[in-house]
């Protein structure tokens, strides 16, 4: 088999295990080329995600807070409302609970 038929070019033997904090850097990098451009001025930038999807029993205290001093919040809010498989963690301020109450409310809005 040839370097060109192995998706990384390497051989099964000489493959070790990765370096996990690189991989991570990469990932970011390469899904930051696909964000939008106004991802770069949000206060989140650079904060660990974790605290913007609370498990049970944490509080989202401080996203709110990171949040709501946000200059893009409302485009981030606008893009979490548009689409609703965002239905987990804090975006634009709000929590998923909150966005779910708000498209009900936007919907019933354009019903009428």
Partial sequence: ?????????ANPGDVVEADHTS??????????LLAPAW????AC???????????????SKQALEICGGCDVRQRCLDE?????????????AMSAQARK???RLLAKGRAS
């Fill in 1 to 9: 088999m040839s370097n060109l038929e192995r998706p990384w070019g």
């Fill in 23 to 32: 991989v991570r850097d990469e990932l970011r990098r390469r899904v930051g």
């Fill in 39 to 42: 991802h770069a001025n949000a």
């Fill in 45 to 59: 930038r650079g904060t660990d995600t974790a605290l913007f999807f609370p498990t049970t029993g944490q509080s």
């Fill in 80 to 92: 979490a409302l548009a689409d609703p498989d965002l239905d987990h963690g804090v975006r634009g």
């Fill in 101 to 103: 109450a708000r498209r």
